[in-house]
């Protein structure tokens, strides 16, 4: 059986092999004529404040979080997946009580505005109200020139 | 396994990354010819007739950029990243059935292959953000990073769906297990679901964030120039390509030609195998035309936008669909 | 010594290296700045900060031209950012110092360069009123036309670089086809297409011909669908209302404040429109309508400034029908050129040439006046004192660029990255004129 992937291992080879090729080539006929200004990091044009080594905003972090946390739940359901008729009934149930608590978390999360990134970016909109057409249109005789 | 028994498959593995970088060349090409089409414009047509070698120049003229690393960027990620991203593109190609017994490696976890693989692809881009020590670059490996692994979880849901349908992982089988009637048809909520991830997964507009020109510059390859800019393009061609052929797979009877029962016993084996193969390109490419068609027309979203839709609506609606799959399965 | 250190010390010495003094300072006085902006939190060496700070242009795809914001973030929203103005300074305020009045002209040009027609239209007003001269009806009505082909063009470039840094490309060529047409109708008219300078003091240079007249209405004609296919595309997208509703928003009294003008400031919900306000040229002869919303916000933006194309249109139809026969320049060669006829084959209208060229029109010494008119982008004044020569003593313009660019630090603050490009877009300024 492990033979089928025989290909696969020969596939990833030939990949790397081709990637590797790829950028060996540029590197090697392509010229190199670096100067200082050439090598600072882009931003805009301008010099860059600090470098981006920097200690980043936690909301990533929490994201990589959760998906670790909902993709192992998501795995667990494959062995089900394929037996789903010979399982049988009970299984069904308790693969839906699984994902229950699931969706759960899930919306645990969203009320504790995990997936809410702008909650400080948002601002109060002004009501749109209709406007008359002489309110629209202003008048023209409260100015003297 | 004897060398000799391999050796279809070596023939097959040339013809295979053969097809895969044209694909993806012509893509390119493909997607510059309808974009000025949608815009009014021409498009490229100076190189060869009609434009078709200007693939074949652009890549030439990546190969003799200079190519330059930052000074203060991470000199072996910054040479991996892009490496990353073609492997992981390429790798894909292993087990998609392109007709009848014409496939790499049918392996028995084909799928759960091609999902791993696929999300190798968040380390190229997600390294190449933070090896290249820029702030635009950072910003847009992270949001990459977000995204991508944000999506996932819809998508393997809606593979479940597809794998619940035909009680297998193996792609042959998945293909085989549509003879009668497509998933499309079977399992439509499970198509859009994967559909709107698998844009979101080659970083496609609406969900091109991480490389959005207009606010990031260019994204996690800001610092990337001459061929290794390039390689995370063909990548994210090639994803373009592979992505319609998934899709094909799972959703359209993969290489299965419509009606195919009808006549298709009564041809010869060559035949048959041939218009398989042709069916499989045929159906991809209209994908492809699609990611290039939504590409031109809508706006992109915004970052809460997106982290909203895909934890808020598509993994509810994923799991949902899942469980109204199962239960379907399990009825009838 | 970690990696860390030393990449960071790498980088400093490479600017350093490669580095003017005043680059330097300016470069801190904007981060000083930046700093002590509403909070006393230093960003620079503190261990815990999850800050940073991102310099958005002047070298960016989306920035309008050279506009500079030093952003500082945490994550993808922005906590305080600093506006850096000045890098297409070219200062033509002095500039017109030296030059005759029509000679200052073709500068104007190159200040909303998106509009040219509107700002040769404001300085020719503003010295006609300094000098008092009066302009013939057809010259009104031909410089009311050209106005408002003016505001379409740069109305056009405003919608398509908006939905452009939005991410809908295809937009932005669409629209280009349509100023494409416009820039055409400009050559008919004026022999330019971008820098037309096309008016004379106390009049127009040419005679709009009847070519002209039947390219602007073939383009009104078609233009409404234009723009009622671009509507259909986006009025009702999903993504684009999400990406505009609600950020940016400026209250009635915040506009005032910030001096906004234009389209900026009626979808705020002040009606304020020059052109209704203080008619200039013939706009108290057309109907058309002043667009105004209240919420604020970068859709009624969008809202505003599509209704304003409309409402164009309409404008340039009524000119079109009661334009009327007649000069097309004042008659009074102290004031105003002569016909080129006359130039060529009289011996007076040589020297009126000549003279005007040379000394120009002179106003009564120390007259000042303050003309203004709605230029697409706002209210476009000048203010021009003169000390009895052929040359401005002081000539200042107030743009509404500048103006508008206030604006942006207060509604970037608390925004997210993706919401700077739109919120540029939106508030819609040009730097050639911003800087001037």
Not at chain 2, 19 to 30: C, D, H, I
Not at chain 3, 253 to 274: C, I, K, M, Q, W
Not at chain 3, 333 to 353: N, R
Request: hydrophobic letters at 50%.
């Amino acid at each position: 059986m492990l033979e089928a992937y025989l290909p696969i291992c020969l596939l990833l080879l030939v990949a790397l092999g081709v990637a590797a090729l790829m950028a060996g080539i540029s590197e090697w006929i392509g010229p190199r004529r670096p100067n200082p200004r050439k090598l600072i990091p882009y931003e805009s044009g301008m010099d860059p404040v600090g470098t981006a080594r920097e200690r980043y905003s936690v909301q990533f972090y929490l994201i990589a979080m959760l998906f670790i946390v909902f993709d192992v739940e998501v795995v667990l359901l494959y062995p089900w997946a394929v037996q789903v008729v010979e399982l049988g009934w009970p299984v069904f149930w308790a693969v839906v009580l699984f994902l229950v608590v699931v969706m759960i978390g899930d919306w645990y999360c969203y009320k504790k505005g995990v997936f809410d990134w702008d909650r400080e970016a948002r601002q109060p909109r002004p009501p749109s109200e209709a406007l008359s057409q002489e309110k629209a249109l202003p008048v023209r005789e409260t100015v003297e020139t | 396994m004897a060398f000799e028994s391999l050796q279809p498959k070596l023939l097959l593995l040339a013809a295979a990354l053969l097809a895969l970088f044209t694909m993806a060349a012509y893509t390119v090409y493909f997607e510059r010819r309808i974009s000025a089409w949608i815009q009014n414009r021409i498009g490229p047509n100076r190189v060869g007739p009609f434009g078709l070698l200007q693939p074949l120049a652009d890549v030439l003229k990546l190969l003799f950029k200079e190519d330059i690393a930052p000074a203060a960027a991470d000199r072996l990620l910054h040479r991996l990243a892009p490496m990353i991203s073609v492997t992981a593109a390429v790798a894909t190609i292993g087990v998609l059935p392109f007709a009848h017994n014409l496939i790499l490696a049918d392996v028995n976890i084909g799928i759960l292959y091609i999902l791993a693989i696929t999300s190798l692809n968040v380390y190229g881009i997600t390294l190449s953000g933070w090896a290249s020590n820029s702030k635009y670059a950072l910003l847009g490996g992270l949001r990459s990073s977000a995204q991508l692994i944000s999506y996932e979880i819809a998508m393997g849901l809606a593979v479940l769906s597809v794998v619940v349908q035909s009680e297998s992982l193996m792609t042959s089988q998945i293909v085989e297990a549509q003879a009668e009637i497509w998933n499309v048809l079977r399992n439509p909520l499970g198509f859009l679901i994967f559909l709107i991830t698998a844009f979101a997964e080659t970083n496609r507009l609406p969900f091109d964030l991480p490389e959005a020109e207009q606010e990031l510059v260019a994204g996690y390859h800001t610092e990337y120039s001459s061929m290794k800019f390039g390689m995370f393009y063909v990548a994210e061609y090639m994803n373009v390509v592979l992505s319609s052929a998934v899709i094909t797979t799972l959703f359209f009877g993969g290489y299965l030609v419509p009606f195919g029962h009808l006549f298709m016993s009564d041809l010869p084996a060559w035949a048959r195998t041939g218009l398989e193969v042709l069916s499989f390109f045929g159906k991809t490419g209209f994908f492809v035309f699609v990611f290039i068609w939504v590409r031109w027309t809508i706006p992109r979203f915004k970052y809460n936008q997106l982290m909203r839709l895909g934890w808020v609506y598509l993994f509810p609606l994923a799991v949902l669909n899942l469980v109204l799959v199962a239960l379907a399965r399990m009825l009838f | 010594m970690d990696t860390l250190t030393r990449t960071r010390r790498r980088l400093e010495a490479l600017i350093e290296e490669s580095h003017l003094e005043i680059w330097r300072e300016h470069n801190r006085a904007l981060l000083r700045r930046l700093e002590s902006k509403h909070s006393s939190v230093e960003f620079i060496g503190d261990a815990l900060s999850t800050e940073m700070v991102l310099n958005i242009g002047p070298q960016h795809p989306a920035t309008h031209g050279v506009l500079r914001v030093v952003a500082r973030l945490d994550g993808e929203i922005i906590r305080s950012c600093v506006i850096d103005i000045g890098y297409l300074h070219r200062g033509i305020e002095k500039v017109a110092e030296y030059k005759t009045f029509q000679e200052f002209m073709p500068y104007t040009d190159r200040m909303d360069y998106l509009s040219p027609y509107s700002n040769n239209v404001a300085l020719c007003l503003a010295v006609e009123k300094l000098a008092q001269i009066e302009v013939p009806e057809r010259a009104q009505y031909i410089r009311t036309i050209a106005c408002e082909l003016a505001r379409l063009l740069a109305h056009l470039l405003w919608l398509g670089s908006m939905v452009m840094d939005a991410g809908a490309v295809s937009m932005f060529l669409w629209t280009f086809r349509e100023r494409e047409k416009i820039y055409d109708i400009f050559d008919l008219i004026a022999g330019a297409r971008l820098t037309v300078s096309h008016c004379r003091i106390g009049g127009v240079a040419s005679d709009l011909t009847p070519e002209a007249i039947e390219a602007i209405r073939a383009f009104i004609r078609n233009f409404p669908r234009e723009l009622r296919a671009w509507e259909k595309l986006l009025n009702k997208n999903r993504i684009w209302l999400e990406r505009n509703e609600g950020i940016g928003v400026v209250s009635a009294e915040r506009a005032l404040e910030l001096g906004l003008t234009g389209p900026n400031l009626r979808a705020s919900g002040v009606p304020y429109d020059v052109r209704t306000f203080e008619p200039y040229l013939v706009y108290d002869r057309v109907e058309f309508e002043v667009p105004v919303r209240t919420e604020g916000d970068n859709l009624a933006r969008y809202y505003v400034r599509m209704e304003e194309m409309r409402q164009s249109v309409r404008i340039i139809e009524q000119c079109l029908q009661q334009l009327p026969p007649g000069p097309i320049r004042n008659e009074n060669a102290k004031l105003s050129y002569p016909d080129k006829q006359e130039v060529y084959y009289s011996m007076e209208g040589l020297i009126h040439d000549f003279m005007y060229t040379h000394w120009g029109v002179c106003p009564p010494k120390g007259a000042e006046v303050y003309a203004a008119i709605e230029a697409p982008k706002g209210e476009l004044g000048f203010y021009i004192q003169s000390d009895g020569t052929g040359f401005p003593w002081r000539l200042k313009i107030r743009s509404p660029s500048f103006c508008n660019i206030q604006a942006l630090e207060s509604i970037l603050e608390g925004a997210m990255v993706s919401d700077v490009v739109v919120l540029i877009g939106g508030l819609d300024p040009v730097m050639g004129e911003a800087d001037k």
